[in-house]
């Protein structure tokens, strides 16, 4: 599948318009991987994205005429969540701690230069914060748009991060701006539309006891997103992860951490070992040693002292 961008003289990058797409189809039959088209004013970049997972692009901003492509491993959520965005203007990333929701979001910035704009979800997330407030600058009084507001009239990618820990009372304020409305109403006289271009991710962790603070979504605000569930990789999709970040953990290691997150998916541990405490261990080990790496970025991160016992006699022995 293609995804089209096109750069402007001035710096900006934007998805091209579904018409737009259409006239290219029509007058340009072979397309290809790194294609620059010149469509009026436009310099058209063609990006293309596999289902297995690999993800080759060129900069849509690169000065040079023939750049060479940049090969990044990426999940196969990628190509599922652009899709989506595509289609449908937003998505909720649901899984567990470290399996890569933000590394993803920040990537699909990346790759169609997009602005970022980001609400991190937390008990106090108020509606000002969202929506803005009323402030005095200068002796006058002037209303100071929230996140949202911004991101609808501007465009680009909102991340409701860890989304479950807000009030679903305020988090309700998004709705109109997710249905067929597709529209933020700020006041009575001042209501927006939501940009073509402004796209919207949630992401959660799962609402169990190990995720304090989560609770479960309103059933109709979560109508609204298709939602990808991501998992912890398997030991081998890890092992590629970390080669291509020329990382290394000794074997013997990453399989205990295997029986770790087996027995958090059974029920019998009340934490899990992400992806991004093993990159950590990596570099950290060469520091502090072995052992002591251990200790600090997994065995202590459980509370209960049975835990970190069985734990500690999976990892060390």
Same mark, same amino acid.
């Given at each position: 599948?293609?995804?089209?961008?096109?750069?402007?003289?001035?710096?900006?990058?934007?998805?091209?318009?579904?018409?737009?797409?259409?006239?290219?189809?029509?007058?340009?039959?072979?397309?290809?991987?790194?294609?620059?088209?010149?469509?009026? %004013?436009?310099?058209?970049?063609? &990006?293309?994205?596999?289902?297995?997972?690999?993800?080759?692009?060129?900069?849509?901003?690169?000065?040079? &005429?023939?750049?060479?492509?940049?090969?990044?491993?990426?999940?196969?959520?990628? /190509?599922?969540?652009?899709?989506?965005?595509?289609?449908?203007?937003?998505? +909720?990333?649901?899984?567990?701690?470290?399996?890569?929701?933000?590394?993803?979001?920040?990537?699909?910035?990346?790759?169609?230069?997009?602005?970022?704009?980001?609400?991190?979800?937390?008990?106090?997330?108020?509606? +000002?914060?969202?929506?803005?407030?009323?402030?005095?600058?200068?002796?006058?009084?002037?209303?100071?748009?929230?996140?949202?507001?911004?991101?609808?009239?501007?465009?680009?990618?909102?991340?409701?991060?860890?989304?479950?820990?807000?009030?679903?009372?305020?988090?309700?304020?998004?709705?109109?701006?997710?249905? /067929?409305?597709?529209?933020?109403?700020?006041?009575?006289?001042?209501?927006?539309?939501?940009?073509?271009?402004?796209?919207?991710?949630?992401?959660?962790?799962?609402?169990?006891?190990?995720?304090?603070?989560?609770?479960?979504?309103?059933?109709?605000?979560? %109508?609204?997103?298709?939602?990808?569930?991501? %998992?912890?990789?398997?030991?081998?999709?890890?092992?590629?992860?970390?080669?291509?970040?020329?990382?290394?953990?000794?074997?013997?290691?990453?399989?205990?951490?295997?029986? &770790?997150?087996?027995?958090?998916?059974?029920?019998?541990?009340?934490?899990?070992?992400?992806?991004?405490?093993?990159?950590?261990? +990596?570099?950290?080990?060469?520091?502090?040693?072995?052992?002591? +790496?251990?200790?600090?970025?997994?065995?202590?991160?459980?509370?209960?002292?049975?835990?970190?016992?069985?734990?500690?006699?999976?990892?060390?022995?």
């Amino acid at each position: 599948m293609y995804f089209y961008r096109y750069s402007t003289p001035e710096g900006g990058r934007y998805l091209l318009s579904k018409e737009e797409i259409r006239k290219i189809k029509e007058n340009v039959p072979n397309l290809s991987e790194g294609l620059k088209i010149k469509l009026s %004013d436009k310099m058209l970049q063609i &990006v293309k994205v596999s289902e297995d997972g690999r993800d080759l692009w060129v900069p849509a901003l690169s000065r040079t &005429v023939y750049p060479d492509p940049i090969e990044r491993w990426v999940g196969s959520e990628i /190509f599922e969540a652009i899709n989506i965005l595509y289609i449908d203007g937003q998505v +909720a990333l649901i899984g567990e701690k470290g399996t890569g929701k933000n590394y993803l979001c920040e990537l699909i910035t990346e790759i169609f230069g997009l602005d970022y704009f980001q609400i991190a979800g937390s008990e106090d997330v108020r509606e +000002a914060s969202i929506m803005g407030s009323t402030e005095v600058r200068q002796g006058e009084t002037k209303f100071v748009e929230g996140i949202l507001p911004q991101w609808a009239r501007k465009g680009g990618l909102l991340v409701i991060d860890e989304s479950n820990m807000i009030d679903p009372a305020i988090l309700m304020r998004i709705n109109e701006a997710t249905d /067929f409305r597709r529209q933020v109403t700020v006041s009575k006289s001042t209501v927006i539309k939501r940009h073509d271009d402004a796209y919207l991710i949630l992401t959660l962790n799962p609402t169990t006891k190990t995720y304090a603070g989560t609770h479960n979504l309103n059933l109709a605000f979560l %109508d609204r997103f298709p939602v990808i569930s991501f %998992d912890l990789p398997t030991i081998e999709k890890e092992e590629e992860i970390l080669r291509r970040k020329n990382l290394t953990v000794p074997q013997k290691l990453h399989e205990a951490i295997g029986r &770790v997150r087996e027995l958090y998916r059974e029920g019998k541990l009340s934490n899990t070992i992400s992806t991004r405490q093993i990159e950590k261990f +990596a570099a950290l080990a060469e520091v502090v040693g072995y052992e002591r +790496a251990v200790k600090i970025l997994f065995i202590n991160q459980y509370m209960d002292p049975e835990e970190r016992k069985t734990v500690e006699r999976l990892l060390l022995g």
